[in-house]
């Protein structure tokens, strides 16, 4: 890989929840002339990309993730001259735009559905998926809501059923038809004409369902606390392999625009994620790997799952890397505030294109959110198991005003110590997790070592997990201590000295050598010379 890497190789992606990052006229929801009022903050940062969460008009019933428009914006979030506006003010910062596309259902409101569930002979029956009941007269299967009870709904007017992986409200669309096939590929080029530079695709695996509609098996495995729609294997509802036509079919149209970036929202396992790279890689750029999040913290568990990712990858595939998102509790609570800063270093460090979750950067925590305020539908459906979704999207703090100067009116989800936490105070002060970051994008952005260099694991000490990236005769190494204890470690033998980079930690940077120091929960970026 030489300087003719793709922006999205080089670049960092930062992930915006558009309802929490800043609200402009007061309704407490976040929208898009507040996002680009706070595009300097991510130049600042350092960022090459935003993704935005879905921002299309929707009634909201899974917050945007149930579209009613593909080509339009949400009057919450603005209009569609606020998001022509947002994306030339972001790429005159040198900021790409990233969409989140919602393919594999609409909402329930969408006027396709509604012509669709008319009557059985409407034109648009066929672009959902429609079954009659089963010989009992309930359901045509045993398909589970990813959000709770049946995956089917339904329908007294014609006394059939439709099919929703998700909420009621999110009918899935029916991708055998070949018109729903076209009507995407018109949304792509919608947003890509108008200056898009990619998409973010939900549940890509989702899109396609068992041609004979047969039941899935129960998981013997399944664990209370899990989410119900686990009690089975979804061995016919995901991972179909039509699901690659449909991908190979958008990426020509990304193809065509060029210079653009399908990011594929997978949840599966990595010998089945990588398979959606596509033959010869001409399926997603960038399948995301949401492994840094279900894995134990540990030197050897990460140390494991960092090598059977590299070693999965097919030749010339981009790996990438993500720590957060909307969907997880976030990374201070899943594993504390000290180790927070530790997985900056990894996120950063590691081969392949990182995203970041908007708050990550300054050791956001999930929120407790009162029963009355649960937003949700996940919680609301499956109460008071820990499904609920709100504690990771509540609103950014940017200062110690009130609420956080997030919004002048009342936030729609509660704010966290904004007092303590938020970005003013953050950027005054030199050893911040919000300065870590700061001043990880920018060594990566000078080191091609760090975004384009090979990954070689170092089995420098079993405490720590220990890497080099090598890149064009530049060497860097990468330590980062998971013990209670320091631990003193020698650099490679045919190292002469390490120059500490980086450090993780607080206070003034540690000595270089050939035998370094690395404190409890610290991690060193360190120069081979
Ligand atoms: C994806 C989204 C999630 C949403 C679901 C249904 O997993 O990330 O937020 O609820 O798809 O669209
Ligand atoms: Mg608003």
């Known amino acids: 890989?030489?300087?003719?890497?793709?922006?999205?190789?080089?670049?960092?992606?930062?992930?915006?929840?558009?309802?929490?990052?800043?609200d402009s006229d007061g309704d407490g929801i976040g929208d898009l002339q507040g996002t680009i009022a706070r595009l300097d903050y991510l130049a600042w940062l350092g960022v090459d990309a935003i993704w935005l969460s879905p921002v299309y008009p929707s009634p909201m019933a899974d917050f945007g993730y149930d579209?009613?428009?593909?080509?339009?914006?949400?009057?919450?979030?603005?209009?569609?001259?606020?998001?022509?506006?947002?994306?030339?003010?972001?790429h005159?910062?040198?900021?790409?735009?990233?969409?989140?596309?919602?393919?594999?259902?609409?909402?329930?409101?969408?006027?396709?559905?509604?012509e669709s569930?008319?009557?059985?002979?409407?034109?648009k029956r066929d672009w959902y998926v429609w079954r009659d009941p089963g010989p009992e007269g309930g359901p045509p299967n045993n398909w589970l809501s990813e959000f709770g009870g049946s995956a089917w709904e339904h329908d007294?007017?014609?006394?059939?059923?439709?099919?929703?992986?998700?909420?009621?409200?999110?009918?899935?669309?029916?991708?055998?038809?070949?018109?729903?096939?076209?009507?995407?590929?018109?949304?792509?080029?919608f947003w890509f004409a108008r200056g898009v530079d990619g998409f973010r695709i939900d549940v890509v695996h989702q899109l396609v369902e068992d041609a004979t509609f047969r039941d899935n098996p129960p998981n013997p495995d399944f664990q209370p606390g899990e989410p119900p729609s686990h009690a089975l294997l979804r061995v016919h509802t995901i991972d179909q392999p039509e699901v690659h036509d449909i991908i190979a079919e958008w990426r020509r149209v990304a193809d065509r625009f060029g210079g653009r970036v399908l990011i594929g929202e997978i949840h599966l396992p990595i010998n089945r994620l990588v398979a959606y790279y596509g033959v010869e890689l001409g399926g997603i750029h960038l399948p995301f790997n949401f492994n840094l999040i279900g894995t134990r913290w540990s030197a050897e568990t990460l140390r494991n799952l960092v090598s059977s990712y590299e070693a999965a990858l097919p030749p010339g595939a981009w790996p990438n890397w993500v720590l957060g998102s909307h969907d997880f509790p976030r990374i201070a609570s899943r594993i504390g505030n000290r180790a927070a800063r530790l997985a900056a270093v990894l996120l950063l460090t590691l081969r392949g294109t990182p995203t970041m979750y908007y708050?990550?950067?300054?050791?956001?925590s999930d929120v407790a959110i009162p029963p009355q305020s649960v937003r949700d539908p996940f919680e609301r459906n499956v109460p008071g198991q820990g499904m609920g979704r709100d504690p990771a999207r509540t609103p950014m703090p940017w200062s110690d005003e009130t609420s956080g100067g997030f919004t002048k009116g009342m936030p729609w989800l509660p704010l966290g110590d904004y007092r303590h936490c938020n970005v003013k105070l953050q950027a005054q002060d030199p050893d911040s997790i919000l300065w870590l970051y700061r001043r990880l994008i920018a060594l990566r952005r000078t080191e091609p070592a760090l975004s384009l260099g090979s990954y070689e694991p170092l089995g420098l000490d079993p405490e720590c997990l220990a890497y080099a990236r090598r890149y064009d005769g530049r060497r860097i190494a990468v330590v980062l201590n998971f013990s209670e204890e320091p631990r003193r470690v020698a650099l490679p033998d045919d190292a002469r000295h390490g120059h500490v980079l980086l450090s993780s930690r607080e206070g003034s940077p540690p000595d270089s050598g050939r035998i370094v120091t690395v404190q409890p929960a610290e991690a060193q970026v360190l120069a081979l010379e």
Not at 67 to 84: M, N, Q
Not at 117 to 123: E, F, L
């Open 67 to 90: 579209i009613s428009d593909y080509t339009s914006i949400d009057p919450v979030f603005g209009t569609l001259s606020d998001f022509d506006r947002l994306v030339a003010e972001a």
């Open 156 to 189: 007294p007017a014609s006394g059939q059923y439709y099919y929703h992986a998700f909420l009621k409200e999110q009918p899935d669309l029916n991708w055998r038809n070949p018109e729903v096939h076209a009507a995407m590929r018109q949304v792509l080029g």
């Open 359 to 364: 708050g990550d950067e300054l050791g956001m």
């Open 117 to 123: 569930r008319t009557a059985r002979g409407s034109a």
């Open 92 to 114: 005159r910062r040198g900021l790409n735009v990233i969409m989140d596309l919602v393919p594999n259902h609409t909402s329930d409101r969408h006027p396709w559905f509604l």
């Open 1 to 22: 890989m030489t300087s003719s890497a793709e922006w999205w190789q080089r670049g960092v992606i930062y992930q915006i929840y558009p309802r929490s990052f800043q």
